[in-house]
C-alpha cells in the first residue's frame, strides 16, 4: 500500500471541506465552538466540523495535538487512551495506533484506530494533521477493541489574523466507530465528545503557555 498516496489524498479531502460550505448544518453553538455535520461521502454515515479559536499561537497548539507516543494528547484528551507510532513513513507522514477507552456511559467500548497521518506546515504559518484509516501488516486486530475507521479527518491550526498569540482551529471528523451502535448513539457521542475536547485543548494550551 502506497502510504503517502493515502495520506496525500485525505489531505486534498480536507481541503476540499474547508473550501466547500454547502450543506452543513448546525447541531451545537457556544460563544466558543460552532459544531456543523452534514451526510460523508466517504461512508454511511456523517462528517462533523468544529469552528474555534485557541488561545494560543499555532505551534503550542499543535504541540497539544501532535500524534505521538507519550505525548501531550495521551495526557490531556479523556477520549485517548494511548497513541502508538508504528511506523514512520517520512518525516512528515507516519502509521499511528491510537486506542480510546470505553465510553457515553460505556455504552462504547474501547476502540482502536489505525491510520496514516501526513502533517502539513504552510507558509502562511498553518499547521495541519491530516489522516485516514489503513490496514498495516503490525496492526492486526486485536479481540480487546473494537476495530473503529477513521475517514478523511484532522485539524487545521490555523493563525488568527491580527492577532499573533491565538489559532483559529478547524476540525473535521468523520468516523465508523464499528460495533453495530445505534445510529442515535453515535449522533449524540460525536458533538458532545468534540465540545470536551475543544474544552480540554484550551485547558491545555493555556498551562503550556503558562
Known amino acids: 500500500m ?12 480536507l481541503q476540499s471541506y474547508r473550501k466547500d460550505c454547502s450543506g452543513w448544518r448546525s447541531c451545537k453553538r457556544t460563544n466558543e465552538l460552532s459544531i456543523s455535520w452534514r451526510p460523508s461521502t466517504e461512508f454511511r454515515g456523517n462528517i462533523y466540523k468544529a469552528e474555534g479559536i485557541m488561545p494560543a499561537k499555532p505551534e503550542d497548539v499543535f504541540k497539544c495535538l501532535k500524534p505521538e507516543a507519550g505525548g501531550l494528547r ?85 493563525p488568527a489574523p491580527g492577532e499573533p498569540c491565538k489559532t483559529q482551529l478547524l476540525s473535521f471528523f468523520q468516523t465508523d466507530l464499528g460495533g453495530n451502535l445505534p445510529q442515535t448513539v453515535v449522533e449524540s457521542f460525536f458533538p458532545s465528545s468534540m465540545t470536551g475536547f475543544y474544552s480540554n485543548l484550551t485547558k491545555a494550551v493555556l498551562k503550556l503557555a503558562a
Open 2 to 13: 502506497d502510504y503517502r498516496e493515502a495520506a496525500s489524498w485525505a489531505a486534498e479531502r
Open 74 to 158: 495521551e495526557k490531556w484528551d479523556p477520549n485517548v487512551k494511548e497513541i502508538e507510532v508504528v511506523e514512520e513513513i517520512s518525516e512528515d507522514v507516519s502509521i499511528v495506533r491510537t486506542i480510546t477507552p470505553s465510553a457515553f456511559m460505556k455504552i462504547i467500548s474501547p476502540r482502536e484506530f489505525i491510520d496514516v497521518v501526513l502533517i502539513k506546515r504552510d507558509e502562511d504559518g498553518t499547521i495541519t494533521s491530516n489522516a485516514t484509516n489503513v490496514e498495516h501488516p503490525l496492526c492486526q486486530p486485536r479481540p480487546s477493541y473494537v476495530r473503529g475507521l477513521n475517514y478523511p479527518c484532522g485539524c487545521f491550526c490555523i
